[in-house]
């Protein structure tokens, strides 16, 4: 487990200090430059786009901004699903029944077509992607944390809270959220991968991150495209992104496996 | 019995209502119009167009005249495709995804399970590396990669597949479509199966099976793999869910006509007709199955029907 | 090791599956297989607008007259034609054997009932104003008058007479134009405004309707009562609906295509090498150009400043780098390779590029702008590959030239129209415009004070007054030196800034005969033919 931990830490940092390394500018064109393959002439480690940018700096803007969306959705899914699991669990009875069987409901619904939607009907901004994506996790997450909330509502150190007057939500916010940290915690990394390959389904549908911005999703598009003729413009961006969303997965299990063993012991 | 399945339908309507109006406001609110166009139209014949689909009208009666039409079965006219109904797109459009999801998920259970119990069953073997190794891959290559990739070794490269949809007879069409579309599902199930597998098979109930002598393909059949599925059945809603989406993908990638495209298209020119017509056929469908599911759950499990 | 088995029976299932295909083609009628990029929106010639529909159109109706694949004016439905001395009248003889497809006689009657539906605000039509000039038109497509007041009429069965309220020197390449298709009035009359479906449709052109799966493919076949069927050496024409132009390609590659509707971006040079005869680039009737809001700041009523943004872009890196298909840098408005007329060029176009950055940033001072006051603008584009690259280019290029920053905002088709047509929020806008017929009139008209599709907001007297004195001459010379007068005017106002000239490009098998690029982009079906036996999917 921390091999793999290890290993996004690496990456996150190479992501953010790399740009600091290389001269170029992930926006500079340059005409005279364009789909140089790998090369060290000119400092063009991982080569030139269809519009001469260096792919390196860009890549590494691109891991950048992949792993913000995909944090920033998991936070967003996070606190929609938390606070309405929380409520409907420590709540019960017909609150509950009522609120679960909504989020059963929405389940299974086209979600991506909701998505499509809002990105067509309010253009694509920067931050309607986060909250788009963080929306279609949110349900994962308000059921086990309902689920636990539900056995915590039963330990003593809640009852003891409740007859000592303090009001339900004071209970929901200091007794029973901060002991959700560990199930929320194994599940936000698990749901970071869905957001990421998410997020890179949109830019194939041309939705997602816009220009001049990239992101892994948008870059390992564009590769697909010029696949013939200068596969590096696909592979290394689609190599960073299997490695991240590997690490993520192999973490994510890790760290469920030793919080369930956790739980059961 | 029926009174748990009309609770349960009774349960769905509100639901199915949010998600109409929902989708109407979104629709609506997106900028763009259907009849927009670089060669402008004379103010005369704009304002015929606009009456003739309601689009003069103020957006709350668009949304009761919608209703009361769809209330009959009518999902009005598609925008862009001014000769057919909506209905008549769906139609044609709906076998097809289904067919192609349905072999999807049908590939991907069969594969999946059997690549899990197989990991499970020879854990920590050469086997069970490549098949783990297999399925983290099929979750962390997204489907417009390989699927092009898949394209151009399989069928421009090596002539061994169709490379298209359109104008090519036989099942050799559908081959590429449903493995780009089952891969991912493959992944996740094997490895919940795995791992689920090799739960089950550590249980007590287990150990005594094996001590009473059965071999290992009883033990399975008849001990590990009901219990073992438990966990696979639960993700079959996000399973589908998973295929609907990535259909989405696959059909483009592939130029199959299928629902999915059609969405996408609709959204993109502004079909407002089709776009509703869509997300409410969809709509329906899912509560329709959640429903039968929910109903077979209560035949088979007396405790849920008496809550 | 079952999975293996299975696996090896899946592999010779498929192998069994394509041979069978491939063994069913030969000795079967003939097959073209084209690409197109989108499905039409109809195939009711009065509600189709785009080009692909003009594609499908085109197989399966004939106008009064039609082209030659070498992209000459020759006879269609009608076999001749008079033109009065003062342009106003003409009397068209239609063919005495022009049959539909369901072997009925096309008479003259039939057009024109079509050209009354053209017109009749009731139907909608995209393309209600391409034959404005006939008498009582305009006043019919605004309503005011009945469509049976337009000012055509038959003479017997077989003679139809259109009379004009000015003369139009380019109306017989009009009456190509798939919107002048006649309609069959019995499938009208009986399925309403559904008619144009397989099943329903009745044409009258060289191919008839099959079947047409929306997003998938449209599938025409041989109509033996056409009247030049001997002619038609094709004998079925299906039509692939492919969206993503790599998919396109990958389907060429692999041979299951004839003829691509287009060839993706990227990758040119080598596509070039991997195709050098079946790579077809030629000049196409058709200018990309960035257009200015000119009803507000800070484009309005300036110039100059409009002009340094125009001289500061290279349009020889665009187009050579950039886009690099063979596209040639505008200069002028009006196409090259237009009929009668030579274009109007900018009077900076043979100035270096250095010359002209240099005369841009004295033009940008001049406008009041420099480094204590910046300019920042707003450039609008839409989705798509190819839009981006260019306006990344032409940031790029205002930012270093001229110290200009430009915001860029891309949004969708549809959006995009929108906001060109409100003139709130639009400064800079992409847009691109397609000539509907070869004459020069086609790209100045829409240039004109309140035309629909005048993007800018253009008004300006002495253009509007040029463009009617052209629309008054009978002989062809004078209207050009006035049309030619009134392109200069246009450019040197500088409303758009034309950046290139599109180019058609399509990959056509060897196996296909017959293909003659030309500036129009039509290829009718029945031109052409396939190479006799060989292996055609």
Redesign the interface.
Same mark, same amino acid.
């Given at each position: 487990m921390k091999r793999f931990g290890g290993i996004l830490v690496l990456i996150v940092l190479i992501a953010f200090l790399g740009p600091l390394l290389s001269p170029h500018d992930y926006q500079q064109t340059n005409f005279d430059n364009i789909l140089l393959p790998p090369t060290a002439a000119g400092m063009h480690w991982f080569g030139t786009d269809d519009l001469g940018r260096d792919l390196f700096v860009r890549t590494m803007l691109g891991v950048q901004i992949t792993i913000l969306v995909a944090v920033v959705a998991s936070i967003v899914s996070l606190v929609i699903g938390v606070l309405y699991g929380a409520v409907a669990g420590y709540v019960g009875g017909r609150v509950d029944a009522v609120m679960m069987?909504?989020v059963?409901?929405?389940?299974?619904?086209?979600?991506?077509?909701?998505v499509?939607?809002?990105m067509?009907?309010?253009?694509r901004n920067f931050l309607l992607i986060f909250v788009a994506i963080g929306a279609t996790n949110w349900l994962d997450m308000a059921r086990i944390v309902r689920g636990q909330t539900l056995s915590l509502r039963e330990r003593e150190f809640v009852d003891a809270a409740r007859l000592t007057g303090v009001s339900t939500a004071r209970i929901i916010l200091r007794h029973i959220a901060p002991n959700l940290v560990g199930v929320v915690i194994v599940y936000v990394t698990l749901t970071i991968?869905q957001a990421i390959?998410f997020e890179?389904?949109l830019s194939?549908?041309g939705l997602g991150i816009q220009e001049p911005q990239t992101s892994l999703?948008t870059l390992?598009?564009a590769g697909?495209n010029q696949?013939?003729g200068a596969s590096y413009m696909?592979l290394i961006p689609?190599a960073m992104?299997?490695?991240i969303?590997?690490c993520f997965?192999?973490f994510g299990d890790a760290l469920r496996d030793a919080f369930d063993a956790r739980q059961s012991r | 019995m029926l009174r748990y399945a009309l609770l349960r339908l009774l349960?769905?309507i509100p639901?199915l209502l949010l998600?109409i109006v929902?989708?109407f406001l979104?629709?609506h609110?997106? +900028?763009?119009?259907?009849f927009?166009?670089?060669?402008?139209?004379?103010p005369?014949?704009e304002a015929?167009?606009d009456e003739?689909y309601d689009l003069d009208k103020p957006l709350p009666e668009q949304l009761w005249r919608y209703m009361v039409r769809l209330a009959h079965g009518d999902f009005g006219p598609s925008f862009? @495709?001014?000769? @057919?109904t909506v209905s008549e797109?769906i139609a044609?459009?709906f076998p097809l995804s289904l067919r192609l999801g349905a072999a999807a998920m049908a590939l991907a259970l069969v594969v999946g399970l059997?690549a899990g119990i197989l990991a499970a069953l020879r854990s920590n073997s050469l086997a069970d590396r490549f098949v783990m190794t297999f399925a983290?891959?099929g979750?962390?290559?997204?489907? =417009?990669?390989f699927a092009?990739?898949l394209?151009?070794f399989l069928?421009?490269r090596l002539?061994?597949?169709?490379?298209?949809?359109?104008?090519?007879?036989?099942?050799?069409r559908w081959?590429l479509p449903i493995v780009s579309l089952a891969l991912p599902q493959i992944a996740y199930i094997a490895r919940l199966m795995r791992a689920s597998m090799i739960d089950v098979l550590g249980s007590d109930f287990i150990r005594t099976a094996r001590a009473q002598g059965l071999g290992t393909v009883a033990v399975v059949r008849y001990h590990a793999l009901k219990p073992a599925l438990l966990p696979v059945l639960s993700y079959m809603? +996000?399973a589908?869910?998973a295929i609907?989406?990535g259909s989405?993908?696959v059909e483009?990638?592939?130029?199959?006509?299928?629902l999915g495209?059609? =969405?996408?298209?609709g959204?993109?020119?502004?079909d407002y007709t089709l776009?509703l017509g869509?997300?409410i056929f @969809?709509?329906v469908l899912?509560?329709t199955?959640?429903l039968v599911v929910d109903i077979l759950y209560g035949v088979i499990d007396p405790r849920i029907r008496r809550r | 090791m079952t999975?293996t088995r299975i696996a090896c029976l899946?592999?010779a299932?498929?192998?069994i599956?394509?041979c069978?295909?491939r063994e069913?083609s030969t000795g079967a009628p003939t097959v073209l297989?084209r690409g197109l990029n989108t499905?039409p929106?109809?195939?009711?010639p009065h509600?189709a607008?785009s080009v692909q529909a003009g594609e499908v159109l085109r197989d399966i109706g004939e106008g009064l007259l039609s082209y030659s694949e070498g992209g000459k004016l020759v006879p269609g439905s009608a076999d001749s034609w008079q033109v009065s001395d003062d342009g106003l009248t003409y009397t068209f003889h239609i063919r005495d054997n022009a049959r539909w497809s369901n072997g009925d006689a096309v008479t003259a009657l039939d057009f024109v009932f079509s050209l009354r539906r053209l017109v009749d605000?009731?139907t909608?039509?995209?393309?209600?104003?391409l034959l404005g000039e006939i008498v009582n038109a305009k006043a019919i497509?605004?309503?005011d008058l009945p469509p049976a007041e337009l000012g055509v009429e038959t003479v017997d069965e077989h003679t139809l007479v259109i009379r004009l309220a000015q003369p139009v020197p380019y109306l017989l390449s009009l009456l190509t134009n798939p919107a002048t298709f006649p309609v069959y009035r019995e499938s009208l009359a009986r399925h309403g405004?559904?008619f144009?479906?397989p099943g329903t449709l009745v044409s009258n052109g060289a191919y008839k309707l099959d079947s047409w799966?929306?997003?998938?493919?449209i599938e025409l076949s041989r109509n033996e009562y056409y009247w030049n069927d001997a002619a038609t050496a094709i004998d079925a024409v299906?039509h692939?609906?492919?969206? !993503?132009e790599?998919?396109e390609l990958?389907?060429y590659?692999?041979?299951?295509l004839h003829v691509t509707d287009t060839v993706p971006p990227d990758n040119f040079a080598q596509l070039r090498d991997e195709f050098p005869e079946e790579l077809h680039v030629a000049p196409y009737l058709a200018v990309y150009y960035y257009g200015f809001n000119l009803t507000r700041p800070p484009f309005k009523d300036h110039p100059k400043l409009r002009q340094a943004l125009s001289m500061a872009i290279d349009r020889e890196v665009l187009v050579s780098n950039i886009i690099g298909r063979g596209e040639a840098a505008a200069y002028s408005w009006v196409a090259p390779g237009v009929a009668n007329y030579e274009p109007r060029r900018f009077n900076y176009a043979s100035l270096t590029q250095d010359e002209r950055n240099t005369n841009a940033r004295r033009l940008l001072r001049e406008a009041g702008y420099g480094p204590d006051n910046p300019l920042q603008i707003e450039l609008r584009y839409n989705t798509s590959d190819t839009q981006q690259r260019i306006a990344l280019a032409v940031q790029s290029m205002w930012r270093d030239v001229l110290g200009v920053e430009t915001t860029l905002i891309n949004e969708?088709? !549809?959006?995009?129209?929108?906001?060109m047509?409100a003139r709130q929020v639009t400064q800079v806008f992409r847009?691109?415009?397609i000539g509907d017929y070869n004459d020069a009139h086609t790209f100045l008209n829409i240039m004109e004070t309140g035309?629909?599709?005048?993007?800018p907001g253009y008004a300006s007297a002495e253009f509007d007054a040029l463009m009617q004195r052209a629309a008054a001459q009978v002989d062809p010379q004078r209207r050009r030196l006035y049309l030619e007068e009134a392109e200069r005017v246009l450019l040197a106002d500088h409303p758009v800034i034309p950046l290139y000239f599109y180019v058609s490009k399509h990959l056509v098998s060897l196996d296909v005969i017959g293909w003659e690029d030309n500036v129009l982009n039509y290829h009718y079906s029945q031109h052409l033919s396939l190479a006799p036996a060989d292996a055609t999917?």
């Amino acid at each position: 487990m921390k091999r793999f931990g290890g290993i996004l830490v690496l990456i996150v940092l190479i992501a953010f200090l790399g740009p600091l390394l290389s001269p170029h500018d992930y926006q500079q064109t340059n005409f005279d430059n364009i789909l140089l393959p790998p090369t060290a002439a000119g400092m063009h480690w991982f080569g030139t786009d269809d519009l001469g940018r260096d792919l390196f700096v860009r890549t590494m803007l691109g891991v950048q901004i992949t792993i913000l969306v995909a944090v920033v959705a998991s936070i967003v899914s996070l606190v929609i699903g938390v606070l309405y699991g929380a409520v409907a669990g420590y709540v019960g009875g017909r609150v509950d029944a009522v609120m679960m069987r909504f989020v059963d409901t929405l389940y299974a619904l086209p979600f991506i077509f909701f998505v499509i939607l809002l990105m067509v009907a309010f253009e694509r901004n920067f931050l309607l992607i986060f909250v788009a994506i963080g929306a279609t996790n949110w349900l994962d997450m308000a059921r086990i944390v309902r689920g636990q909330t539900l056995s915590l509502r039963e330990r003593e150190f809640v009852d003891a809270a409740r007859l000592t007057g303090v009001s339900t939500a004071r209970i929901i916010l200091r007794h029973i959220a901060p002991n959700l940290v560990g199930v929320v915690i194994v599940y936000v990394t698990l749901t970071i991968p869905q957001a990421i390959l998410f997020e890179s389904f949109l830019s194939f549908l041309g939705l997602g991150i816009q220009e001049p911005q990239t992101s892994l999703g948008t870059l390992v598009d564009a590769g697909v495209n010029q696949m013939q003729g200068a596969s590096y413009m696909l592979l290394i961006p689609a190599a960073m992104l299997a490695v991240i969303l590997l690490c993520f997965n192999f973490f994510g299990d890790a760290l469920r496996d030793a919080f369930d063993a956790r739980q059961s012991r | 019995m029926l009174r748990y399945a009309l609770l349960r339908l009774l349960g769905a309507i509100p639901t199915l209502l949010l998600v109409i109006v929902l989708a109407f406001l979104m629709v609506h609110a997106a +900028p763009g119009g259907p009849f927009v166009d670089e060669r402008g139209l004379p103010p005369a014949i704009e304002a015929r167009l606009d009456e003739a689909y309601d689009l003069d009208k103020p957006l709350p009666e668009q949304l009761w005249r919608y209703m009361v039409r769809l209330a009959h079965g009518d999902f009005g006219p598609s925008f862009r @495709y001014t000769d @057919y109904t909506v209905s008549e797109l769906i139609a044609g459009a709906f076998p097809l995804s289904l067919r192609l999801g349905a072999a999807a998920m049908a590939l991907a259970l069969v594969v999946g399970l059997a690549a899990g119990i197989l990991a499970a069953l020879r854990s920590n073997s050469l086997a069970d590396r490549f098949v783990m190794t297999f399925a983290m891959t099929g979750i962390s290559i997204p489907v =417009f990669v390989f699927a092009p990739v898949l394209v151009l070794f399989l069928a421009v490269r090596l002539h061994w597949l169709p490379a298209g949809w359109s104008g090519n007879e036989g099942p050799a069409r559908w081959i590429l479509p449903i493995v780009s579309l089952a891969l991912p599902q493959i992944a996740y199930i094997a490895r919940l199966m795995r791992a689920s597998m090799i739960d089950v098979l550590g249980s007590d109930f287990i150990r005594t099976a094996r001590a009473q002598g059965l071999g290992t393909v009883a033990v399975v059949r008849y001990h590990a793999l009901k219990p073992a599925l438990l966990p696979v059945l639960s993700y079959m809603g +996000p399973a589908v869910a998973a295929i609907l989406t990535g259909s989405v993908v696959v059909e483009e990638v592939f130029g199959i006509p299928g629902l999915g495209q059609l =969405f996408v298209r609709g959204a993109l020119n502004r079909d407002y007709t089709l776009v509703l017509g869509i997300v409410i056929f @969809y709509a329906v469908l899912v509560i329709t199955l959640n429903l039968v599911v929910d109903i077979l759950y209560g035949v088979i499990d007396p405790r849920i029907r008496r809550r | 090791m079952t999975i293996t088995r299975i696996a090896c029976l899946l592999l010779a299932c498929c192998v069994i599956a394509s041979c069978g295909d491939r063994e069913a083609s030969t000795g079967a009628p003939t097959v073209l297989h084209r690409g197109l990029n989108t499905d039409p929106e109809s195939l009711d010639p009065h509600k189709a607008r785009s080009v692909q529909a003009g594609e499908v159109l085109r197989d399966i109706g004939e106008g009064l007259l039609s082209y030659s694949e070498g992209g000459k004016l020759v006879p269609g439905s009608a076999d001749s034609w008079q033109v009065s001395d003062d342009g106003l009248t003409y009397t068209f003889h239609i063919r005495d054997n022009a049959r539909w497809s369901n072997g009925d006689a096309v008479t003259a009657l039939d057009f024109v009932f079509s050209l009354r539906r053209l017109v009749d605000p009731d139907t909608g039509a995209f393309y209600a104003q391409l034959l404005g000039e006939i008498v009582n038109a305009k006043a019919i497509i605004a309503g005011d008058l009945p469509p049976a007041e337009l000012g055509v009429e038959t003479v017997d069965e077989h003679t139809l007479v259109i009379r004009l309220a000015q003369p139009v020197p380019y109306l017989l390449s009009l009456l190509t134009n798939p919107a002048t298709f006649p309609v069959y009035r019995e499938s009208l009359a009986r399925h309403g405004d559904a008619f144009a479906r397989p099943g329903t449709l009745v044409s009258n052109g060289a191919y008839k309707l099959d079947s047409w799966e929306p997003g998938s493919v449209i599938e025409l076949s041989r109509n033996e009562y056409y009247w030049n069927d001997a002619a038609t050496a094709i004998d079925a024409v299906r039509h692939h609906v492919i969206t !993503q132009e790599m998919t396109e390609l990958n389907r060429y590659r692999a041979g299951e295509l004839h003829v691509t509707d287009t060839v993706p971006p990227d990758n040119f040079a080598q596509l070039r090498d991997e195709f050098p005869e079946e790579l077809h680039v030629a000049p196409y009737l058709a200018v990309y150009y960035y257009g200015f809001n000119l009803t507000r700041p800070p484009f309005k009523d300036h110039p100059k400043l409009r002009q340094a943004l125009s001289m500061a872009i290279d349009r020889e890196v665009l187009v050579s780098n950039i886009i690099g298909r063979g596209e040639a840098a505008a200069y002028s408005w009006v196409a090259p390779g237009v009929a009668n007329y030579e274009p109007r060029r900018f009077n900076y176009a043979s100035l270096t590029q250095d010359e002209r950055n240099t005369n841009a940033r004295r033009l940008l001072r001049e406008a009041g702008y420099g480094p204590d006051n910046p300019l920042q603008i707003e450039l609008r584009y839409n989705t798509s590959d190819t839009q981006q690259r260019i306006a990344l280019a032409v940031q790029s290029m205002w930012r270093d030239v001229l110290g200009v920053e430009t915001t860029l905002i891309n949004e969708e088709f !549809q959006v995009l129209m929108d906001n060109m047509r409100a003139r709130q929020v639009t400064q800079v806008f992409r847009s691109s415009w397609i000539g509907d017929y070869n004459d020069a009139h086609t790209f100045l008209n829409i240039m004109e004070t309140g035309n629909p599709s005048n993007m800018p907001g253009y008004a300006s007297a002495e253009f509007d007054a040029l463009m009617q004195r052209a629309a008054a001459q009978v002989d062809p010379q004078r209207r050009r030196l006035y049309l030619e007068e009134a392109e200069r005017v246009l450019l040197a106002d500088h409303p758009v800034i034309p950046l290139y000239f599109y180019v058609s490009k399509h990959l056509v098998s060897l196996d296909v005969i017959g293909w003659e690029d030309n500036v129009l982009n039509y290829h009718y079906s029945q031109h052409l033919s396939l190479a006799p036996a060989d292996a055609t999917p």
